[in-house]
């Protein structure tokens, strides 16, 4: 009994991780990213009274559609197979709300927009980008944006773009014999 519950307290710590889902491939359940995500997006736009519409909601739901980062011109072509109307300013308005409160960050070096794991508080993200299947996990380290803060306010640096971007391979890709 003691053993599961170890085991279990175990497999709890390490989901817990931030972005440990990004790396859970088939294993994990994604429809619950998604959902937690949306649950989350609603949350805050509520207690913010920032008007979550049904198009800002779609275009997030979107973004978390899998854990590799989604560019605008992916983005637009899937929401005009639902909605005639979608135009580029639409979704790009709808990525600068998604930016603008903190529920996605945007990945300069692919040109691209991810779900945010941890959307309540306003962050610099750090990801680990896998360079085979394109998954980002969102590393939610304090002790790196101290390090970084620190070194740029020793240099006299007025940080205004902190966003850390690290490339290689998931753990599922260095397994696979293609990557
Ligand atoms: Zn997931
Ligand atoms: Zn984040
Ligand atoms: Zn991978």
Sequence with gaps: MNHVNRMTSRAMASAKKPGAAAFGGAAHDHGACIADALMAAETICRERGARLTKLRRRVLELIWSSHAPVGAYVLLRRLSQEHESAAPPTVYRALDFLLEQGLIHR????????????????????????????????????????????????????LEEATVELRGLCPACQASDDA
């Design 107 to 158: 990945i300069e070096s692919l040109n691209a927009f991810v779900g945010c794991v941890e959307p309540s508080e306003a962050h610099a993200g750090q990801f680990l980008i896998c360079r085979h299947c394109g998954a980002a996990a969102e590393m939610r380290d304090r002790r790196v944006n101290k390090a970084i803060g620190r070194t740029a306010s020793d240099l006299g640096f007025t």
